[in-house]
């Protein structure tokens, strides 16, 4: 139980710091993003789906890279399953957590996603996230295929944590972040 108390004092923590970022520091880190993306699409050439999220409040928005490439987006189910979906012209509707996704009938596989994107409240240097809470991009990972898939936390400068987060057993570390200031992968 002291697990999920520390992290709940973590989570109110970096949720208040990153509230207090301004939209320059969100819009540099959008900028960094699609830095490593046009890199990473120079050295491989084809490339599948990115997955992104659909932002909540305060969170670094990324969904203009839909200008520029095909995207993909979760979908929380029941059990706490995620799946990815394409981005396509049809209307988003609201998952399991109330967030806006597709609901088309076939998901994505981890070989049709070349990288996934995922909002962290704080990340360590052990590439430790601290997300919200839910499990919901730890379960999908416990799957060695998706853990193959480079996970790229995203998040402003300041909500990098100095000190080690709480890690629970379910964990697993991301393959970097991007933040205003560094391209950490």
């Known amino acids: 139980m002291i697990i999920f108390k ?17 939209i320059k520091q969100r819009e540099n ?10 890199l990473f699409v120079k050295e491989y050439k084809n490339i ?15 969904r203009s ?3 520029k490439f095909s995207l993909a ?8 399953e995620l799946l990815f979906y394409p981005w396509d012209e049809k209307p988003l509707s609201k998952d399991s957590e109330g967030i806006l996704s597709p609901d088309n009938s076939l998901s994505l596989n981890h ?19 601290l997300g919200y809470g839910g499990g919901y991009f730890d379960k999908l990972r416990v799957d060695k295929n998706w853990r193959n898939v480079p996970c790229i936390g995203v998040l402003p400068s300041n909500c990098v944590s100095t000190i080690p987060l709480t890690r629970a ?3 697993i570390p991301l393959s970097g972040f991007i933040t205003d200031k560094d391209i950490f992968v």
């Not at 599948?48 to 990324?62: F, H, M, R, S, T």
């Open 29 to 38: 880190v959008e900028k960094n993003v699609k830095l490593y993306i046009d």
């Open 65 to 67: 890279l839909k200008e």
């Open 111 to 129: 070989k049709q996603i070349s990288m996934i994107f995922v909002p962290c409240l704080s990340v360590d240097k052990n590439l430790i996230r």
């Open 48 to 62: 599948g789906y990115i997955a992104i999220y659909w932002p909540l409040k305060n969170e670094v928005d990324i």
């Open 73 to 80: 987006l979760p979908r929380c189910k029941e059990k706490k």
């Open 6 to 22: 520390q992290k709940k004092l973590e989570r109110d923590f970096f949720r208040k710091i990153r509230d207090e970022n301004s």
């Open 169 to 171: 057993d379910w964990d």
